[in-house]
């Protein structure tokens, strides 16, 4: 039971961290490509990882937990490839509350996935989150391409949410995560050495956040969801992320300066509601077809 407890705590922590990163990434991506920027994170966090991992002597058993983490690897990496692209063009509170979204994704894509059946009332909540992105993401009747390539994000990391709960509850949590961190990492490398020009800042601010959103947003970050996946459901996990946008949108203000318009705010106000709500509904509605 404290076990379940700490893990919970500890995701807490993690949407704190991730709402801060919002920030730090957009200043980031002035100076870097986000796919560079993507890899050097993530490899970062593969390599910590893996020095856990040694230091346990825990190698045995890894081909198992390279077949499991394939699926949810290559959706992590999609999900930061759109989302780190996407913070370049859109503002770190719009980035945090669209990336949220993914908790509205997560049933929706259960059903066409794993064939659960999702409930009338949850459909609402679905549209209403639709229609608050709709008054969060338009400025001048446009919505920008930054907010598209986030909302792709949250597609998925739904996705992600999903896959990862059919392996955190059988396989081991820091395996899984190297896994799959190592993933996102050499498939960034391959992109940004293929399809972009290569762009890498050296300045201290940039590199800061470089570690400290490779090691605790990462590394720390994914270990402590793979951990808390295995004592709650996804739905549970997908409710606690709820609070990234929250932060996101907190931190955005305060370090950024970001200003929402009351139209914006009245669109991030509903999807945070609408949230917020469909999951209070109670996950054991949701059941197989």
């Excluded at 719009?94 to 908790?103: D, K, L, M, R």
Aim: a positive charge; charged letters at 10%.
């Amino acid at each position: 039971m404290q076990s379940k407890k700490f893990w919970l705590c500890a995701m807490i922590l993690v949407t704190i961290i991730w709402g801060w990163s919002f920030s730090a990434i957009h200043n980031a991506m002035n100076h870097m490509s986000a796919s560079m920027f993507n890899s050097l994170r993530f490899l970062l966090a593969s390599a910590f990882l893996f020095a856990l991992i040694a230091i346990k002597k825990n190698i045995r058993h890894i081909q198992a937990h390279i077949k499991g983490g394939v699926v949810p690897g290559i959706m992590l990496f999609a999900a930061f490839a759109f989302q780190t692209e996407g913070i370049a063009h859109t503002t770190a509170s719009n980035a945090a509350f669209i990336t949220g979204t993914a908790v509205v994704f997560t049933p929706v894509l259960n059903v066409l996935i794993n064939r659960k059946r999702i409930t009338y009332q949850q459909w609402f909540f679905v549209m209403a989150t639709v229609f608050g992105l709709g008054l969060l993401t338009i400025n001048d009747f446009q919505i920008s391409i930054g907010d598209l390539l986030v909302l792709g994000c949250a597609i998925f990391t739904a996705l992600h949410i999903i896959y990862l709960s059919r392996y955190s509850k059988i396989l081991e949590a820091d395996k899984l995560a190297w896994v799959q961190v190592s993933i996102v990492g050499a498939l960034s490398m391959a992109y940004a050495l293929i399809f972009e020009a290569p762009k890498i800042s050296w300045q201290q601010e940039d590199m800061a956040t470089i570690v400290l959103v490779g090691i605790w947003g990462t590394a720390f970050g994914f270990y402590a969801q793979t951990k808390a996946q295995i004592y709650y459901p996804e739905q549970v996990i997908a409710m606690i992320l709820v609070l990234e946008p929250v932060f996101g949108g907190l931190f955005g203000y305060f370090l950024l300066n970001e200003r929402l318009t009351l139209v914006n705010i009245s669109g991030a106000v509903i999807i945070i509601f609408s949230i917020l709500l469909m999951e209070m509904l109670q996950t054991e509605k949701i059941t197989h077809a």
